[in-house]
């Protein structure tokens, strides 16, 4: 198993900031990907950005490319999203989540583990 505890969320004006992270615990050896989802109203859940365990590949939604960056502290088994140049469409519950496959995957259904969600509010 696997937990994930994501933080860092909040409230942003446009143009500003965020860093949201997502500490695992647990058997983290079993998870090769992980990815940040967001989940606006109405809409499904949609990768925004994905990497190794190892960190040796990174994937983004073309959204926010260029825009948001993912990484990992290794010394706090942390994954972390920075979020720049913020937009109000960049509104959403961001989740934090873990697949064990080594098969890269933009499907949420694919992903075996998942942090509870932080919300993230963009204004304008």
């Known amino acids: 198993q696997v937990q994930l505890v994501e933080s860092g969320g909040g409230l942003v004006q446009a143009g500003g900031s965020l860093r949201l992270s997502c500490a695992a615990f647990?058997?983290?050896?079993?998870?090769?990907?992980m990815g940040w989802f967001r989940q606006a109203p109405g809409k499904e859940r949609e990768l925004v950005a994905a990497?190794?365990?190892?960190?040796?590949?990174?994937s983004y939604a073309d959204s926010v490319k260029g825009r948001f960056a993912i990484s990992r502290d290794n010394a706090k088994n942390t994954v972390l999203l920075q979020m720049n140049s913020l937009k109000p469409e960049d509104t959403a519950v961001y989740f934090c989540?873990?697949?064990?496959?080594?098969?890269?995957?933009?499907?949420?259904?694919?992903?075996?583990?998942w942090g509870q969600g932080t919300q993230v509010t963009v204004s304008s």
């Open positions: 989540a873990a697949r064990s496959s080594s098969s890269f995957s933009r499907d949420a259904s694919d992903y075996d583990y």
């Open positions: 647990g058997r983290t050896n079993s998870a090769y990907f």
């Open positions: 990497m190794t365990w190892s960190g040796g590949s990174t």
